[in-house]
């Protein structure tokens, strides 16, 4: 049973930082392309950055230079850094196999950056 468990959003102010975490389990990162994306109310969800099986790591020109994305045995992370107010919005973990593109997702959690 595949399980992604993010935890780490919350409120913070302009210029502020958090840690998103994804608990994983269920899967093998060497055959699961990891990624976060986020989505705003109203809006379509995006992506904001993935780590791939080949240990590569691309991010949306929104968060370039302020966002990482890292992985260790079983937690993929996001470090958000010099948040900003249009990074408002739900973050979800997902999975996606290399091969046959079947897709997991996790519950999501909210990050607010606000004064």
């Known amino acids: 049973q595949v399980q992604l468990v993010e935890s780490g959003g919350g409120m913070v102010q302009p210029g502020g930082f958090l840690r998103l975490s994804c608990a994983a389990s269920g899967i093998s990162f060497s055959v699961y392309n990891m990624g976060w994306y986020r989505q705003a109310p109203g809006q379509t969800r995006e992506l904001v950055a993935t780590?791939?099986?080949?240990?590569t790591t691309n991010y949306a020109d929104s968060v370039k230079g302020r966002f990482t994305i890292s992985r260790d045995r079983n937690n993929v992370y996001l470090q958000m850094n010099s948040l900003k107010p249009e990074d408002t919005s739900v973050y979800y973990c997902n999975a996606r196999h290399y091969l046959t593109q079947r897709s997991y997702w996790g519950q999501g959690t909210q990050v607010t950056v606000s004064s």
């Open positions: 780590f791939t099986t080949e240990r």
